[in-house]
């Protein structure tokens, strides 16, 4: 009997590439939408979509109910908390089984960010619910990149306020690879684990324009831009300023070397190593102006 996963955050970078990974399998998708307008892409790929809101549990009973398995991807912001809280509790009345959750990297009380310590409260309260339960610590999306591929095309340059940083980032879509793993394994085989996932090795940003040059056929230079130069630039686009601020925070912990590690946990779930930039470069080098 085929098992039926509910997907949060489904129309998000990490749970698209899920779909696709779980499209050939013997599983029922539905996702969780909040606008019914995100629900005819969500159709074409076979999921069934359910219209709710995390931040008003009254909303989440009839997307719950009779789901086996929850992905819950909750979006950043400061009641990342509250919308995990009210997934949990309608996950609990509904009956789910298993909840396999995306953190963040470094995740903890005294993280030296917002968000890491947000997410440690909802890592705890997950650790606590009673169900199954399988937690995600992924590394920088290498996707994150293609905030710049804009610049990158029209001038050949790209600026991030990450210093010298070197980071093991990792392409979302080996992170939706090792969550497809975990769902689709007997629900008792991965309860209890935090998997700190990354790619599978350490680049700084200069490493990566030359990366991107090389794939591109032409010159790419990285140029590092102080926090206030950055936060300007994500303030001219419109981002919340809860926004800026995380991203900040997380460019300051990067560039103090918080990040400079790396993990055999992707290659230990899929029997395979995990893409390297280049492969990710390579994917995407019409993006960033091939």
Same mark, same amino acid.
């Given at each position: 009997?085929?098992r039926?996963?509910l997907?949060?955050?489904a129309?998000?970078?990490?749970?698209?590439a899920?779909?696709?990974?779980?499209a050939e399998?013997d599983?029922d998708?539905?996702a969780?939408?909040?606008?019914?307008?995100?629900?005819?892409g969500l159709l074409?790929?076979?999921v069934k979509?359910?219209v709710?809101d995390?931040?008003?549990?009254?909303t989440?009973t009839?997307?719950?109910?009779?789901?086996?398995?929850?992905?819950?991807?909750?979006?950043?912001?400061?009641?990342a908390?509250e919308?995990?809280?009210?997934a949990?509790?309608?996950?609990?009345?509904?009956g789910?089984?298993?909840?396999v959750?995306?953190?963040?990297?470094g995740?903890?009380?005294?993280a030296?960010?917002?968000?890491g310590r +947000?997410?440690a409260?909802?890592? %705890?309260? =997950?650790e606590n *619910?009673g169900m &199954?339960?399988t937690?995600?610590? #992924?590394?920088?999306?290498m996707?994150?990149?293609?905030n710049?591929?804009?610049?990158?095309?029209?001038?050949?340059t790209?600026s991030?306020n990450?210093a010298a940083?070197r +980071?093991?980032?990792?392409d979302? %879509?080996? =992170?939706?690879a *090792?969550?497809? &793993?975990?769902?689709?394994?007997? #629900?008792g085989?991965?309860?209890?684990?935090?998997?700190?996932?990354?790619?599978p090795?350490?680049?700084?940003?200069?490493e990566?324009?030359?990366?991107?040059?090389?794939v +591109?056929?032409?010159?790419?230079e990285?140029?590092?831009v102080?926090d206030?130069?950055?936060?300007?630039?994500l303030?001219?686009?419109?981002?919340p300023p809860?926004?800026v601020d995380?991203?900040?925070?997380?460019?300051?912990a990067?560039?103090?070397g918080?990040?400079?590690?790396?993990?055999?946990?992707v290659a230990?779930?899929?029997g395979?190593?995990?893409?390297?930039f280049?492969?990710?470069?390579?994917?995407?080098a019409e993006?960033?102006?091939?």
């Open positions: 009997m085929s039926t996963i997907l949060t955050g129309t998000g970078t990490v749970s698209t899920l779909i696709a990974e779980l399998s599983v998708l539905r969780l939408v909040l606008d019914e307008s995100e629900a005819d074409a790929r076979g979509p359910y709710g995390l931040e008003d549990p009254r989440l009839p997307a719950f109910e009779g789901a086996q398995d929850l992905w819950l991807l909750t979006p950043n912001s400061p009641r908390p919308n995990h809280m009210n949990l509790w309608a996950a609990r009345r509904a789910v089984e298993r909840v959750r995306m953190s963040a990297i995740a903890a009380h005294d030296p960010n917002r968000s +947000l997410h409260l909802s890592d %705890r309260e =997950i *619910s &199954r339960w937690i995600l610590h #992924p590394h920088w999306f996707q994150n990149l293609l710049e591929a804009g610049d990158i095309a029209a001038t050949g790209f991030l990450l940083a +980071l093991a980032m990792i979302a %879509r080996d =992170i939706a *090792s969550a497809a &793993r975990v769902l689709l394994d007997d #629900p085989r991965h309860h209890g684990k935090a998997y700190t996932l990354s790619g090795r350490l680049l700084s940003m200069e990566v324009a030359e990366h991107l040059g090389t +591109l056929g032409k010159p790419v990285y140029r590092a102080s206030e130069t950055k936060r300007a630039t303030r001219g686009y419109g981002v809860w926004i995380m991203l900040e925070e997380y460019a300051q990067y560039a103090s918080w990040g400079q590690y790396s993990t055999d946990t230990e779930l899929l395979r190593p995990p893409r390297d280049t492969d990710f470069a390579r994917d995407h993006a960033f102006g091939a």
